[in-house]
């Protein structure tokens, strides 16, 4: 007998038959990928605004910039990241729009892949696939997606950050807030 048969071992009648094959449902979550909700929350709400940050900075800019090129180029391959994170999230294209500007494209693009990350199931995903079934989890390239997305924001920051000197300040406002705001007493 070979180690990958099953030996018989008698079971009681009123048992159920025991199986081989894995379930989805029940294997167990996978360490390094974080839950749906969460990726959600970090999508929608810090990277939405972060972009609508970037993107107003890159509206502002002169059209005769020197370097407005190369901003083009890095809000390009934020956009494909994030038409890239919509379709690991569920397998549907954007409708694309043309003649729209760079950051209306980036704006839908955004909003599509919110759309898709929430269709997601909760409780299925990050889980390995059954074994069986030889297929990969759809869960580890999405987080690569959303590395990928956060990585291309940052490069466009870093450029921006050149030729708009309040972008820091804008992008740190609002992160800390406090329970009980400083009282202003006048210096005596």
Known sequence: ??????T???QAADAPAKTLMETW???EPMRHIPPASWIVRKVDGDLRRRIEIVCESFDRLE???TRRHEVDHLLTSLCRSLERLAE????????S???ATLTIKVRDALHHAVTNLNTLDESLFGRRYPFQTLERSKAEPLVGCLLAAIDALHRCVAVLRD???GLDERLLEGLVTLQQPLRQQPIA
């Open 25 to 27: 449902g029940r294997n």
């Open 97 to 99: 729009h043309p003649g």
């Open 63 to 65: 059209v005769d910039n």
């Open 163 to 165: 030729l708009d000197p």
């Open 8 to 10: 018989d071992i008698p």
């Open 88 to 95: 690991m999230a569920k397998h549907g294209r954007a409708p």
């Open 1 to 6: 007998m070979t180690s990958t048969v099953a």
